[in-house]
């Protein structure tokens, strides 16, 4: 291990100091991943592969934990998580429109979940377990009811100009 932590680049600082600080214990595996998150603010695969290979498991074994837990992200993440109810009240009140309304403005797609400004990231999810305000949102904690197009829109430019004016 010292060997390798001598020859890491600097992308792989932070995950060395998570294994170094729990000793390159394979046992310790969800919680180093939850602190490579934090660190990185996902998982990248090639810092994955750096943990298996320090912590002398497989990159699979490493990859099957990541993907099991929902709470970890493979891709890189917006500073707002924009997350869409599509659950069956949100989704009959036309949740798919307030879906395709924020992809337009955000230049996003059902591939690309993150916008190029790294600002946002649109996620759709099953229930946010408000249904008597569907359609419902989330922007990081901050919950959104009765969504329409025009919120959307609103709401985008809200963030964006507060964005604007703490730069």
Request: aromatic share 8%; hydrophobic share 40%.
């Amino acid at each position: 291990m010292q060997k390798n932590m001598q020859e890491v680049g600097t992308k792989h600082e932070a995950a060395c100091a998570i294994l170094e600080k729990h000793e390159c214990n394979p046992h310790m595996l969800v919680p180093i991943l939850q602190e490579i998150q934090s660190a990185y603010s996902y998982l990248p695969e090639d810092v994955m592969n750096y943990v298996a290979d320090s912590l002398n498991i497989t990159p699979g074994t490493v990859f099957g934990v990541a993907t099991f837990y929902s709470h970890f992200a493979l891709e890189a993440k917006g500073k707002y998580i924009i997350r869409v109810c599509n659950g069956t009240a949100c989704h009959v009140r036309k949740s798919v429109e307030i879906i395709k309304t924020f992809q337009a403005q955000l230049g996003l797609d059902e591939k690309k979940h993150t916008s190029d400004d790294n600002l946002f990231t649109l996620e759709e999810v099953a229930c946010i377990g408000a249904c008597g305000l569907a359609p419902v949102i989330t922007i990081n904690d901050d919950v959104y009811g009765a969504m329409t197009k025009e919120k959307v829109i609103e709401l985008i430019s809200k963030y964006k100009e507060e964005e604007t004016a703490n730069a």
